[in-house]
């Protein structure tokens, strides 16, 4: 089950945040990590991420850290695409049907 996990971290310069996105991008089963500065929240999207030791890890280098949000992320519907039909120039040629790139 993929996840979006939100925590608050205290991150007060440039090397606090490079240590929270180390600290989460070697977390088992991580896909991305963002960092939106302004809240100072760390955002996770993972598959079975251990969101227990993530916190903990967290902690243990920043000084303080807490769980906003989990979410599940719904996979992406894989969307149709209409085919895109190919025209030859010469009428001797058949047409093409292509599938969409």
Do not use: H, W
């Not at 929270?20 to 302004?38: D, H, T």
């Not at 079975?48 to 807490?66: E, I």
Request: net charge positive.
């Amino acid at each position: 089950m993929k996840q979006k996990i939100v925590m608050k971290v205290q991150m007060n310069c440039e090397k606090g945040r490079t240590k929270a996105m180390k600290i989460a991008a070697v977390a088992e089963g991580v896909i991305s990590v963002a960092i939106e500065r302004e809240k100072s929240l760390v955002v996770v999207i993972g598959d079975g991420v251990d969101l227990v030791s993530l916190a903990g890890s967290l902690r243990k280098k920043l000084g303080s850290a807490t769980i906003e949000s989990v979410q599940e992320v719904k996979a992406e519907s894989a969307k149709k695409k209409d085919p895109i039909i190919c025209y030859s120039q010469y009428p001797q040629y058949p047409m093409y049907i292509c599938s969409g790139f």
